[in-house]
């Protein structure tokens, strides 16, 4: 420790300075520190020293505090920077989350202002469903009937008017008329086809635009279109004495072809139909051929040689009628090669006449080819129908059968035929579906089913699947259906006609059935009772307890037709 004392100041060195001496510095030679110890203030001079080393410290510890103030303040501020910038960003954030939810919802009125415009759209774009006409049903049929005269009249008219002057220019406002009805016919149908519904996925489209371009894009729109070309406007330049300027109207043809085949598939005369078809075409034909033949002698010169038509000149040949049927002769026996006609003498003639028997070599073919076809279609059924007749002879032939079962076998045949019931139905209904053979079956069989008493409080769908199961058969008269001792198998319920219950001698009669009438219901619970017989026997077998059982019962008198 160091130890301060005072010293009595000399008056020579008052003014001395103190010496300081420190005691932490290095180590001082002895010599000086005998030198210190031995001069005067050496004690005070070491007590300034711990003073000042005191103050050295607080100052120390007062710069750290200081700097621990500092460096805690700028802590804090630091602090308070990072608190303030995540409250900002906080901010921004939910500034943008508030943003974002407002676009959201901007976005959301904006589709709901486009749904809102769509549907506006889709109403307004909407295919309207109009009343449209089944291409299957009557109203279209009908309207087929109609365009179809105004069809003929072009196709046997225009041309005969353009060949024989006095047809057209003795009737001329007539022909102008009618032309007029003709068009505005042809107009109308056009704006029919565009209401004329057409199938689609088995439904029937009603929007009014896509039948509209269905039938613009179709290749009859354009030929419709070239049919209503006011062509007459032409008379006004070529004059009124050239009714071939309205051939365009000749385009509707298809429209008379689709009204025959659908007559075709309505009729119960198909044949009848397609003969009458067939001796119309010929006809139109040969109207054109004795058309062209006075217009040809026309242009060569009437009377000129012996193959034209005479001169008209002559009162005889000079009238409407005599010019037409001439022309109409000499056509027929040209296509049809069955006479002789007036050599041809020119050369134009000759090719005229070459051409005509060409066409006419065709026509032949065509009718004794359809005609050929029709017939045997009228006899396919008899034709069957005997076939059958001859194999089942040469069968009885070649097996010896008695004469008597053989008179049988044919009287049944004939009795088939005479009645109409040669038609086998289960191979005529094959090729419909199961839905349309029920519903056929129902119509034909189910009012006679009904009239069966033990049916009579049936539900309907039980009588729908009993008449599915009902096989028609026919018997001629004296046949018996079942004897004495034949096992029941089946259940028979008469719909035409008489049966007779009689006696082993087959004379005596019990009883007589009518429509209606039924017999042998108990040998459809017969098959019941045998598969019951059937498992008595196996449990008996095996030894298991057995229950009772009827027997199979047995007819004990004859059915025989009446």
């Known amino acids: 420790m160091a130890k301060v004392a005072p010293l009595d ?11 300081i001496i420190l005691h932490d510095m290095e180590e001082e030679p002895e010599e000086d520190r005998a030198a210190q110890t031995a001069g005067p203030g050496v004690l005070f001079n070491v ?8 103050e050295e410290e607080e100052k120390k510890k007062k710069k750290k505090e200081k700097k621990e103030r500092k460096e805690q303040r700028a802590k804090e501020k630091q602090e308070k920077k990072e608190r303030k910038e995540k409250k900002q960003k906080e901010k921004e ?52 009937a109609i365009i179809t005269i105004p069809v003929m009249y072009n196709w046997t008219l225009i041309i005969a008017r353009a060949c024989f002057e006095e047809l057209q220019s003795d009737y001329l406002t007539y022909w102008f008329a009618v032309d007029l009805f003709c068009d505005l016919v042809y107009l109308a149908d056009m704006v029919f086809r565009t209401r004329t519904g057409y199938l689609e996925q088995g439904l029937l489209v009603k929007d009014e635009k896509k039948l509209r371009e269905r039938y613009m894009n179709s290749f009859q729109f354009r030929l419709d279109l070239v049919s209503m070309i006011p062509t007459d406007l032409l008379y006004f330049v070529v004059g009124t004495s050239y009714p071939e300027i309205r051939l365009n109207k000749l385009l509707r043809f298809n429209r008379m ?98 051409t005509d028997f060409l066409v006419g070599v065709l026509i032949f073919a065509t009718i004794v080819g359809n005609v050929g076809s029709m017939i045997t279609n009228m006899n396919a059924a008899r034709a069957d129908f005997q076939a059958r007749i001859d194999a089942i002879k040469q ?3 070649f097996r010896k059968v008695t004469k008597d079962l053989e008179k049988r076998v044919i009287k049944w045949f004939d009795f088939l035929w005479t009645n109409k019931k ?5 191979a005529v209904l094959m090729y419909l579906p199961d839905k349309l053979r029920a519903e056929i079956a129902i119509n034909v069989h189910l009012d006679t089913l009904k009239k069966v008493r033990i049916f009579a409080d049936c539900e309907a769908g039980l009588l729908v699947e009993l008449v599915l199961k009902l096989q028609p058969q026919v018997y001629s008269p004296g046949d018996y259906i079942c004897k004495k001792g034949d ?76």
């Open 487 to 562: 096992i029941g198998r089946e259940m028979y319920i008469i719909k035409e006609g008489k049966l007779a219950v009689v006696a082993d001698d087959g004379i005596k009669q019990f009883v007589v059935l009518s429509d209606g009438s039924y017999f042998g219901e108990i040998s459809i619970l017969a098959i019941k009772v045998i598969i019951v017989l059937q498992q008595a026997v196996r449990q008996e077998t095996e030894g298991l307890p057995t229950s009772g059982a009827l027997a199979t019962p047995t007819s004990s008198v004859s059915l025989k037709t009446t």
């Open 257 to 354: 072809l689709e009204f025959f085949q659908r007559t075709e598939t309505r009729t119960n005369y198909p044949n009848a139909l397609r003969i009458s078809n067939l001796v119309m075409y010929i006809v139109i034909i040969i109207h054109w051929n004795a058309c062209l033949y006075y217009s040809f002698s026309k242009a060569i010169g009437f009377g000129s040689d012996r193959f034209v038509y005479p001169d008209p000149k002559d009162p005889e040949f000079g009238r409407l009628v005599r010019k037409y049927a001439y022309s109409m002769y000499w056509s027929t026996l040209t296509l049809t090669t069955i006479g002789e006609t007036p050599p041809p003498v020119e050369n134009s003639e000759y090719f005229f006449v070459v």
């Open 93 to 144: 954030e939910k500034e943008k989350e508030k943003e974002k939810e407002k676009e959201k919802e901007k976005e959301k009125e904006k589709e709901k202002e486009k749904e809102k415009e769509k549907e506006k759209k889709a109403k307004e774009e909407a295919p309207k469903e109009i009343t449209v006409i089944d291409p299957a049903g009557n109203t279209y049929y009908h309207w087929l």
């Open 395 to 397: 069968y009885m032939s």
């Open 422 to 426: 040669a038609v086998d139905e289960r």
């Open 47 to 54: 007590n300034n020293s711990n003073n000042n080393e005191d």
């Open 9 to 19: 100041p000399s008056p020579v060195s008052r003014l001395t300075p103190p010496t």
